[in-house]
């Protein structure tokens, strides 16, 4: 791709922070407060979930620098280990990590665009936000580069708005926030707060979006590690400031279970007609997540095209998939119209092989460091090894945890995803 084509910083750290930021914050505070019972005991368990991510963006960009192609974990495992854990990884990444968060970004976004309107049904907006973000990413990398930056920059405006609106009225919060060190610290070794850390790294999920379409970055090595690293860190600030923002707003009973806490929230703080025009605000915000995925998505099959014949068509001539942004669209909008109350049972029993793939870049950056030491490091972890192992140990708890929890759909997961790696052994005969 010619170099005046490509994007740069501002692009990629547009595209990781709009990965992150999509439903999970908007939905996981109601939940983590059956159990959390203070306002610092919740902000610890995001600012936790931040550092497990950073620390999976040091290794990411280490690994990044050293394989500097687009693919993200299909290229990296192909790369490390073997083409069928990679072809594994590719899979999991075109259903499970983009066409079904795809599908269910779009579909929050037609719940908050219903509780501000209700003259559009919820899966006729999904739709709308899939083909206008799919529209707005068939073009060029730079009008792709600029949607996103411009869609993420206006969501960012918006949390940042609501942050300071949230601070400057008295609000109705009544969580407790003086810290008591004998409850605090007590719940922290609780598997309650073990359950809501679980949740909260979903949450974070997206860390890794820049290394899909490495190969379109101006100056990849330095601007995939800059995006990784400065957009974990301003999500991280915005998780803890957007849900310190609701305790603040609206009373823990209010909140305690439910989903739309941004919508009680506002309605707590503004009134409810307020807070209509607030949900039709915070459903423009999640346009920015579904093009995050729009755009990213579509450069795995892409990489898996180049070595494998029987997906060569979706390797574009130019420099946009456009067939596997076409797919993806096709995925996407069968989840949102078919098997919409399916997708979080889709979700749980995918996560696993998603978590497993990305475990093993993790690794892959330890098996690199160990096979070629001579090898020069433009971007280094730093304090290894601590970042890789305390990422490894929270992807050990979440696997162990969904084990114990749902042993057949962890069961159902581990079998798809090792279904996915030899499926690689045929395709590669009928290759020959």
């Given at each position: 791709?010619?170099?005046?084509?490509?994007?740069?910083?501002p692009?990629?750290?547009?595209l990781?922070?709009?990965?992150?930021?999509?439903?999970?914050v908007?939905?996981s505070?109601?939940?983590?407060?059956?159990?959390?019972?203070?306002?610092?005991?919740?902000l610890?368990?995001?600012?936790l979930?931040?550092?497990?991510?950073?620390?999976g963006?040091?290794?990411?960009?280490?690994?990044?620098?050293?394989?500097?192609?687009s693919?993200?974990?299909?290229?990296?495992l192909?790369?490390i280990y073997?083409?069928?854990?990679?072809?594994?990884?590719?899979?999991?990444?075109?259903?499970?990590?983009?066409a079904?968060p795809?599908?269910?970004?779009?579909?929050?976004?037609?719940?908050?665009?219903?509780?501000?309107w209700?003259?559009?049904?919820?899966?006729?907006a999904?739709?709308?936000?899939?083909?206008a973000?799919?529209?707005?990413h068939?073009v060029?990398?730079?009008?792709?580069?600029?949607?996103?930056?411009?869609?993420t920059?206006?969501k960012?405006?918006?949390?940042?708005?609501?942050?300071i609106?949230?601070?400057?009225?008295?609000?109705e919060g009544?969580?407790?926030?003086?810290?008591?060190?004998g409850?605090?610290?007590?719940?922290?070794?609780?598997?309650a707060f073990?359950?809501?850390?679980?949740?909260?790294?979903?949450?974070?999920?997206g860390?890794?979006?820049?290394?899909?379409?490495?190969e379109?970055w101006?100056?990849?090595?330095?601007?995939?590690?800059?995006?990784?690293?400065w957009g974990?860190?301003?999500?991280?600030?915005?998780?803890?400031?957007?849900n310190?923002?609701?305790?603040?707003?609206?009373p823990?009973?209010?909140?305690?279970g439910?989903?739309?806490?941004?919508?009680?929230?506002?309605?707590s703080l503004?009134?409810p007609?307020?807070?209509?025009?607030i949900?039709?605000?915070?459903?423009?915000?999640?346009?920015?997540?579904?093009?995050a995925?729009?755009?990213?998505?579509?450069?795995v099959?892409?990489?898996?095209?180049?070595?494998?014949?029987?997906?060569?068509?979706?390797?574009?001539?130019?420099?946009?998939?456009?067939l596997?942004?076409g797919?993806?669209?096709?995925?996407?909008?069968?989840?949102?119209?078919?098997?919409?109350?399916?997708?979080?049972?889709l979700?749980?029993?995918?996560?696993?092989?998603?978590?497993v793939?990305?475990?093993?870049?993790?690794?892959?950056?330890m098996?690199?460091?160990?096979?070629?030491?001579?090898?020069?490091?433009?971007?280094?972890v730093?304090?290894?090894?601590?970042?890789?192992?305390?990422?490894?140990?929270?992807?050990?708890?979440?696997v162990?945890?969904?084990?114990?929890?749902?042993?057949l759909?962890?069961?159902a997961?581990?079998?798809?995803?090792v279904s996915?790696?030899?499926v690689w052994?045929p395709?590669k005969m009928?290759?020959?």
């Amino acid at each position: 791709m010619p170099s005046e084509n490509r994007a740069g910083t501002p692009a990629a750290t547009a595209l990781v922070v709009a990965s992150m930021v999509g439903t999970g914050v908007f939905t996981s505070l109601g939940f983590q407060l059956a159990d959390l019972t203070s306002g610092p005991q919740i902000l610890l368990l995001w600012l936790l979930g931040g550092l497990i991510a950073l620390c999976g963006a040091f290794c990411y960009a280490e690994v990044a620098a050293l394989l500097p192609k687009s693919g993200g974990e299909y290229h990296f495992l192909r790369s490390i280990y073997h083409p069928s854990l990679g072809f594994m990884a590719g899979m999991l990444s075109a259903f499970a990590g983009f066409a079904a968060p795809t599908a269910i970004t779009a579909l929050a976004f037609g719940e908050y665009l219903h509780k501000a309107w209700g003259g559009m049904e919820v899966h006729h907006a999904a739709a709308i936000v899939i083909l206008a973000g799919a529209a707005a990413h068939s073009v060029s990398t730079r009008t792709s580069a600029r949607v996103q930056v411009i869609a993420t920059a206006l969501k960012l405006l918006l949390i940042l708005t609501f942050i300071i609106a949230a601070w400057m009225l008295p609000g109705e919060g009544d969580i407790r926030w003086t810290v008591e060190p004998g409850k605090d610290f007590a719940t922290l070794i609780t598997p309650a707060f073990a359950i809501s850390l679980l949740y909260v790294t979903y949450s974070y999920t997206g860390w890794n979006a820049a290394v899909y379409g490495l190969e379109e970055w101006h100056n990849p090595q330095q601007t995939v590690k800059r995006a990784l690293l400065w957009g974990t860190v301003l999500v991280t600030v915005l998780y803890v400031g957007l849900n310190a923002s609701f305790l603040h707003a609206a009373p823990v009973e209010e909140m305690k279970g439910q989903e739309a806490v941004g919508h009680i929230a506002s309605t707590s703080l503004f009134g409810p007609q307020a807070a209509r025009i607030i949900s039709a605000l915070f459903a423009m915000g999640l346009f920015a997540s579904a093009s995050a995925l729009l755009w990213a998505g579509p450069r795995v099959l892409a990489a898996m095209g180049r070595h494998m014949q029987s997906l060569s068509f979706f390797t574009p001539k130019g420099e946009v998939p456009r067939l596997a942004l076409g797919f993806q669209i096709v995925v996407a909008l069968v989840l949102v119209y078919l098997f919409s109350g399916k997708l979080r049972h889709l979700m749980d029993i995918t996560q696993v092989g998603l978590t497993v793939s990305t475990s093993l870049v993790v690794v892959g950056c330890m098996v690199l460091r160990w096979r070629h030491p001579e090898l020069p490091r433009p971007v280094k972890v730093p304090l290894y090894p601590l970042p890789p192992l305390v990422f490894l140990a929270m992807s050990v708890f979440i696997v162990v945890f969904s084990a114990v929890k749902e042993p057949l759909l962890t069961l159902a997961g581990v079998g798809l995803a090792v279904s996915f790696a030899l499926v690689w052994f045929p395709l590669k005969m009928l290759r020959r």
